[in-house]
């Protein structure tokens, strides 16, 4: 067995805040925001939750059993579980969907700490909404200052995982964790006092049920989706850490709430203050870096705001970056039979990364086409194998075998899982791809 399996998180609060923080990220302070501002705010809130509970659950289950019970990496559950190597083309895949995430994820995280070094310099005085977004514009394209940022990313990213899995990821996951749900509150605490932040409540939260239409409902799925980090091995790969007294169903509930807790905190914090300062919530992906520095630059200690947001940002971005980058790392050094031990895995990937991030910064088309293709092609192709490779191709003894393994599980509960893993979730995963190439 390959060196990195032989550590573990030391607790299950650990392993929680870990999963948690692979799932928290800039999908659920970046993309969830303004992905709801364009799909009528409290419409798409009330579906985003259904399909969280609906199929994000059953699929965050999966990853953690396979992972718990093969004790292994993406690269060697299949084939531990399955007893040859039919399945092996998942292992690869899940570990280049990761892989090429991380080319785009780490570009937009160096947009982030670039964002907070200016923020810090109250780069953003006086600025407004045009002024702003030429900034943004030219931020983007300034290819040194980005390859630099994100590759401060990649290492600092290393950093974490170039300790064993209690000491650097466990270790820093129980400090970012509390600490990013900690400045959120702050956040939506003073945002919240507002002169018409309500407007902004109400816009969040009252549901008109006229407009959930096909398309929010897609969008909503798709989301979850993204904000899990579902399809990429990462929940396998934690999982393969996981203490063998943790329930694997309530661990899943507690992840799933926690990153749901995000989302909400972050729609808590963007749109009563879109609404105060009388801006479109349907902005689009520059409502965070365009819309919202106007905003801070409009309130009271608007230095401290902006500062305190973007710095919000890098933490979130850094706890899905060292999920990330932890599922190519355990790839490599399973794959090498431990030849490669934890620190060589970890600047063999960091290089590799590296290549891909100038590649992207000095493409457009490459960075769009990354995420074009990991999103709406790799991700779900991932968790549908998955589906299919829990739900249909092992013994349902053995389904039950993994399931009922963990105490506290219910046999309806069971019952329940297993028919969802095997027509519900599967048929859901196939929408989100027919509405992503365009044929819905």
């Not at 109400?202 to 989301?223: L, N, S, Y």
């Amino acid at each position: 067995m390959a060196e990195h399996k032989q550590a573990a998180f030391s607790s299950k609060v650990g392993l929680i805040m870990a999963a948690a923080g692979s799932a928290v990220g800039l999908g659920n302070i970046w993309k969830f925001p303004y992905i709801a501002g364009e799909n009528g705010g409290g419409a798409f809130l009330i579906v985003y939750l259904l399909c969280v509970v609906g199929f994000g659950l059953p699929l965050v289950m999966t990853e953690f059993l396979i992972g718990k019970r093969s004790g292994r990496s993406a690269y060697g559950a299949f084939k531990e579980l399955n007893g040859n190597n039919r399945w092996q083309w998942l292992s690869w895949l899940c570990m280049l969907t990761a892989f090429l995430i991380m080319g785009f994820y780490f570009v937009v995280t160096g947009w982030c700490v670039s964002y907070l070094t200016e923020a810090l310099g109250n780069a953003f005085h006086d600025l407004d909404t045009t002024a702003l977004s030429s900034h943004f514009a030219a931020v983007a394209s300034d290819v040194p200052r980005m390859v630099l940022f994100s590759c401060l990313a990649v290492v600092l990213t290393g950093a974490v995982l170039w300790f064993e899995v209690n000491k650097g990821i466990e270790r820093l996951s129980k400090i970012l964790m509390p600490l990013l749900l900690l400045m959120m509150l702050l956040m939506a605490g003073r945002v919240l006092m507002l002169d018409g932040s309500n407007i902004g409540m109400r816009f969040f939260f009252q549901t008109d049920f006229t407009k959930i239409t096909p398309k929010v409902i897609m969008e909503a799925m798709g989301q979850c989706f993204f904000s899990l980090s579902i399809g990429m091995g990462a929940l396998i790969t934690y999982g393969a850490y996981m203490p063998k007294n943790q329930n694997v169903a309530r661990t899943s509930v507690q992840v799933i709430i926690l990153d749901t807790l995000v989302a909400i905190l972050a729609g808590l914090i963007i749109f009563p203050a879109v609404f105060a300062f009388g801006f479109d919530p349907a902005e689009g992906p520059q409502l965070v870096f365009v819309v919202l520095p106007a905003i801070f630059e409009q309130m009271s200690f608007s230095w401290l705001s902006s500062v305190l947001f973007f710095g919000l940002l890098c933490i979130a971005a850094l706890t899905s970056t060292i999920s990330l980058m932890e599922v190519a790392v355990a790839f490599v050094n399973e794959a090498s039979n431990g030849k490669l031990n934890r620190q060589k895995s970890v600047l063999i990937v960091s290089a590799c990364v590296m290549v891909l991030i100038v590649l992207c910064v000095l493409s457009g088309t490459v960075f769009d086409a990354l995420d074009e293709v990991t999103s709406c092609i790799m991700m779900p192709l991932g968790a549908l194998g998955m589906c299919m490779f829990v739900g249909w191709n092992l013994p349902k003894k053995g389904t039950k075998g993994m399931l009922y393994a963990d105490r506290g599980i219910r046999h309806w509960f069971g019952k329940i899982y297993i028919a969802a893993l095997r027509w519900v979730v599967p048929a859901a995963i196939i929408l989100i791809f027919l509405n992503s190439i365009g044929v819905l």
